[in-house]
């Protein structure tokens, strides 16, 4: 199974970013897609999930509103509109993937390499 993030960089705060995950190897409409970030020195942490068909989705608190998560089922993909960026929005952000609608990063299966998104004040 191989989930290849892309789409990070540098922006600045209010500005937007969207990212992109490609997935192979698995049967990609049976797995719940989500997306996680890590900040340095914290705790990965949940940030949304969309279910298998794509018509259910979960955002954390912190997101809401300004975070839109969807998925492709024919091109494998599972995306991340980011708008109104924030300075604390900055971390690596990783998809992954699971069998359950979850939202706890260890009962995800499979997870991607981590894209860098750095928002400056």
């Known amino acids: 199974v191989q989930l290849q993030a892309s789409g990070g960089g540098l922006v600045q705060a209010g500005g937007s970013l969207s990212l992109s995950c490609d997935a192979s190897?698995?049967?990609?409409?049976?797995?719940?897609m989500g997306w996680f970030r890590q900040a340095p020195g914290k705790e990965r942490e949940f940030v949304a999930a969309?279910?298998?068909?794509?018509?259910?989705?979960n955002y954390a608190d912190s997101v809401k509103g300004r975070f839109t998560i969807s998925r492709d089922n024919v091109k494998n993909t599972v995306y991340l509109q980011m708008s109104t960026l924030k300075p604390e929005d900055t971390a690596v952000y990783y998809c992954?993937?699971?069998?359950?609608?979850?939202?706890?990063?260890?009962?995800?299966?499979?997870w991607g390499q981590g894209t860098q998104v750095t928002v400056s004040s």
């Open positions: 992954a993937a699971t069998k359950f609608y979850v939202v706890i990063a260890t009962l995800y299966d499979f």
């Open positions: 969309v279910s298998w068909s794509g018509a259910t989705t």
């Open positions: 190897g698995l049967t990609f409409s049976t797995h719940v």
